[in-house]
Nanobody, 123 residues
Framework: QVQLTESGGGSVQTGGSLRLSCEASGYTFSVYSMAWFRQAPGKGREKVAT???????YYTDSVKGRFAISKDNAKNTLYLQMNSLKPEDTAMYYC?????????????????WGRGTQVTVSA
């Protein structure tokens, strides 16, 4: 049974930093693509960053240069280091796993989700 558990959210001021973690269990972590999504109140879900099984990384434009996705296969853990946080980064952040081992084609390929961790950035 796939389980994803996020942690590390909190409240920070503009310019602050947070590191989110996502502990995975129930499957072979290293062979799947992983992603961080976020959803702000009243807005749709947004893909923030992805990391494929081969280490290939994607970031949405609004977080490039500020966020860094990484994973530790030995610890079955996905990370999102968030620096220079802005109020518009305020959202619930979710980690997700791809449907199949290897890469992914689109957002719909991410079918396993954690419950999320809240990030709030005040001005």
């Amino acid at each position: 049974q796939v389980q994803l558990t996020e942690s590390g959210g909190g409240s920070v001021q503009t310019g602050g930093s947070l590191r989110l973690s996502c502990e995975a269990s129930g499957y072979t972590f290293s062979v799947y693509s992983m992603a961080w999504f976020r959803q702000a109140p009243g807005k749709g879900r947004e893909k923030v960053a992805t990391i494929k099984d081969d280490g290939d990384i994607y970031y949405t434009d609004s977080v490039k240069g500020r966020f860094a996705i990484s994973k530790d296969n030995a610890k079955n853990t996905l990370y999102l280091q968030m620096n220079s946080l802005k109020p518009e980064d305020t959202a619930m952040y979710y980690c997700a796993r791809s449907r199949y081992p290897g890469g992914y084609v689109g957002e719909s390929d991410f079918i396993h989700w954690g419950r999320g961790t809240q990030v709030t950035v005040s001005a």
